[in-house]
């Protein structure tokens, strides 16, 4: 079985082989499929190759983050709604199951959708029909789902806070996609992807780091992991070298510690944890799942804390 090329998995480390031994597996299965890993690892790119490599593929693939759809607006993105369904509703929109006809939907950071949804989402996977809110007649759907997520969902089903039923649908098979750090092989091969790809984007052309850089590349722990790498890549096409200092930055930040302190005598507690935020997202590459665990924080807290402080950087939310 070819496993060296899955359409945009880059990555040939024992770890990525493994994954994209696993991608084949299941691409040809119907049942959910449920992606774990952490923040950038790259679970899209896996629901997208599976998609790629399924039956499925001329159709459509949907896909869309629940924590970008607010709590009340969740239904009507997802199983659309009639016309006159509410206020705004002048006209019927077809919701994203029915986008994704014939095809996949993939729904990112599935941890995050509201309790209060999750019962008539499990219908919905159920029954393979939807009802467009405002609507009493179901139409039947032909879509695989995938999800994903980077929270801990058996803690999520301890405290309560997700459904056993709706895990037990969604993850007939799980693939965890391995952090950066645990394959560091990965690397080189990852920087010449990026470099390409960001070379044709911007029509620049930039040289591979040499041997020295590369070996600091693969011994950074990497939090944000793949797309941390990409962010880092982007820079290095535009700085070359001055673009390593973003690492050692990381460690200077301890130094800056007593000035901080010094400042932070005059400040309020909301203006010091907004400096908290802005110091924490610059240091982890502007990566809100890193900064939020890295702070303790749900993501959803972090959010509604960037919101309030006016810190740039969150979706504006739709409707
Ligand atoms: N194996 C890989 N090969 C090529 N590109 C990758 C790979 N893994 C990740 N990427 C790239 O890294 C970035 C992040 O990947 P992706 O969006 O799939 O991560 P994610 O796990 O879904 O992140 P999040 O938890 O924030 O939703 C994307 O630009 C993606 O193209
Ligand atoms: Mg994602």
Redesign the pocket.
Same mark, same amino acid.
């Given at each position: 079985m070819v496993t060296d090329a899955i359409h945009?998995? $880059?990555?040939n480390s024992p770890r990525?082989r493994e994954l994209k031994h696993q991608i084949s597996q299941v691409a040809g299965a119907e049942f959910p499929v449920l $992606?774990l890993?952490?923040?950038?690892?790259?679970?899209?790119?896996?629901?997208r190759a599976i998609h790629q490599l399924s039956p499925r593929k001329q159709a459509p693939f949907v896909g869309q983050?629940c924590l970008a759809i607010p709590e009340t607006l969740i239904e009507s993105e997802l199983f659309g709604f009639e016309a006159g369904a509410f206020t705004d509703a002048r006209e019927r929109r077809i919701g994203l199951f029915e986008q994704a006809e014939g095809g996949s939907i993939f729904l990112?950071?599935i941890g995050d959708i509201p309790l209060s949804f999750q019962k008539r989402l499990l219908r919905v996977l159920q029954e393979r029909e939807v009802r467009r809110l405002g609507s009493t007649e179901a139409v039947a759907i032909n879509v695989r789902v995938m999800a994903?997520t980077?929270a801990p969902m058996e803690q999520l089903v301890a405290d309560g806070r997700f459904r056993l039923d709706l895990l037990h649908r969604l993850n007939t098979f799980e693939i965890t996609?391995p952090p950066l750090r645990q394959r560091q092989e990965?690397i080189p091969a990852?920087v010449e992807?990026?470099i390409a790809k960001h070379a044709a984007r911007y029509g620049i052309s930039s040289p591979m780091p040499g041997t020295a850089i590369l070996e600091r590349l693969k011994a950074f722990s990497w939090p944000g992991?793949?797309?941390e790498?990409?962010n880092f890549v982007v820079r290095w096409i535009s700085l070359g070298e001055e673009a390593l200092e973003i690492l050692d930055k990381r460690v200077s930040l301890s130094f800056e510690s007593q000035d901080i302190s010094r400042r932070w005598l005059s400040m309020t507690m909301d203006e010091i944890e907004a400096e908290v935020i802005k110091l924490v997202l610059a240091d982890c590459g502007n990566?809100k799942?890193v900064c939020a665990k890295r702070l303790g924080l749900a993501r959803k807290s972090l959010y509604n804390k960037m919101e309030r402080y006016g810190i740039p950087g969150v979706e504006p939310r739709k409707g």
């Open positions: 945009g998995v $880059i990555g990525m $992606i890993g952490e923040s950038g690892s790259g679970k899209e790119v896996v629901a983050s990112d950071e994903a980077n996609v990965d990852l992807h990026f992991n793949v797309r790498l990409e990566n799942s």
